[in-house]
């Protein structure tokens, strides 16, 4: 019996250590408020996608897969919770022109917990930004875990 007893101690520590450790090195979410931040009004488009952890979707693609996404569920695959912008276009230290995106210029990263929008000048380069906080419909326990966790 006490042989039973240590072998069932010793699978149970081995699967904790292994869940933990693949909670722990899962990817971390790129798409995030901090990343937003670290976008500059003028950096190039490789520089971001860098930041973000690779190339955006064009708002044709961004399209698509909500869609796609949204069929799969029978709603809308996501629930926003916040928004973040910064339009660098002032005409008086006290009044923004507010902009309308070129969705034809504007790229799109999406993640677990937001999403951000930059649209591109001629040069391509950042001229816009834009972050959404938000939340999926169709997240698993272990994103809520992580999530909680802060990971």
Known sequence: MKRKLKW???VLAVSL?????ALFLWPQDRITAESWQK???GMTEDEAAEILGGPGMTDKEFRAENDRRGKELGQRPWQ???LIMEEPKFIAPTKVVHKFV???RAKTWMGRRGMIVIELD???NVCW???VRLRWINEGILDRLRDRLGW
């Open 39 to 41: 976008i500059r009004i």
């Open 122 to 124: 001629q040069d391509n």
């Open 129 to 131: 930004k834009h972050f």
């Open 17 to 21: 250590l292994g869940f933990g450790a």
């Open 8 to 10: 069932l101690m010793v």
């Open 80 to 82: 926003p919770e916040g």
């Open 102 to 104: 070129n969705f034809d």
